[in-house]
């Protein structure tokens, strides 16, 4: 039984749209198929029996195409095309969300 709902959530998680603007690290498929690895390995008789269900109508935008909306903009008023740029990595390093790696020299001589 686990091995089969494994495989059905690997089958789901697989068709999950990767995003060409964010890192692996920050990419919502990536992160989907490390958590199935996750909790297949650590959780495995703790998951509800409905799970699989979940996540296909999330995948297939059931709940989208059935309650659908008209907003143009997000809660700061940009447009899509502007969201993405400002959640990408440059847009991100920009307004200064992205950790700042410091090198050796840093560490020891900090500017005032």
Same mark, same amino acid.
């Given at each position: 039984m686990s091995s089969h709902l494994y495989k059905r959530f690997v089958r789901l998680a697989a068709k999950w749209p990767h995003d060409k603007y964010k890192s692996a690290d920050r990419d &919502? /498929? @990536?992160?989907?198929?490390d958590e199935i690895e996750r909790v297949f390995? @650590?959780?495995r008789d703790q &998951? #509800? #029996?409905? /799970? !699989?269900?979940? &996540? %296909?109508?999330?995948l297939m935008n059931t709940h989208r195409l059935n309650y659908p909306h008209s907003y143009k903009s997000g809660v700061f008023g940009l447009n899509l095309q502007r969201l993405r740029e400002a959640n990408s990595e440059e847009g991100r %390093? !920009? &307004?200064g969300l992205l950790k700042q790696r410091k090198s050796l020299v840093d560490l020891f001589f900090k500017p005032k």
């Amino acid at each position: 039984m686990s091995s089969h709902l494994y495989k059905r959530f690997v089958r789901l998680a697989a068709k999950w749209p990767h995003d060409k603007y964010k890192s692996a690290d920050r990419d &919502l /498929a @990536v992160f989907m198929s490390d958590e199935i690895e996750r909790v297949f390995r @650590v959780e495995r008789d703790q &998951l #509800p #029996p409905d /799970a !699989t269900l979940c &996540l %296909k109508q999330i995948l297939m935008n059931t709940h989208r195409l059935n309650y659908p909306h008209s907003y143009k903009s997000g809660v700061f008023g940009l447009n899509l095309q502007r969201l993405r740029e400002a959640n990408s990595e440059e847009g991100r %390093k !920009t &307004l200064g969300l992205l950790k700042q790696r410091k090198s050796l020299v840093d560490l020891f001589f900090k500017p005032k």
